[in-house]
């Protein structure tokens, strides 16, 4: 696949990039190389590979999954424009 000086123009527009004519020749061959490289990478082999989100094997510390009211319920409340009873108070939105 390849792009020519009409695409260039069409994905400018598409994108409302504003691309002067004078950098549109050295953009065609730059799309091109990019997708020259993603061709040259569909051709490899990768069907032992198993795939994976990072380089190191990492894993996050985990805790348990319990509902708490975060030991600080003062303190959170103490950030509402209004609090009434331990909860938050909001205005009435429907009649």
Known sequence: MSV???????????ARIKVQEAEIAP??????????W???LSAVDTAGVAPMTSVVHNSLPRR????????????????APHAEHGFFTVPKVVE
């Open 64 to 79: 348990d999954d319990a509902v708490t009211d975060g030991g600080i319920p003062a303190d959170v409340l103490s950030n």
């Open 4 to 14: 020519d000086h009409k695409d260039v123009v069409k994905i400018a527009r598409l």
């Open 38 to 40: 993603v061709e040259q």
């Open 27 to 36: 953009l065609v061959q730059e799309l091109n190389g990019i997708l020259n």
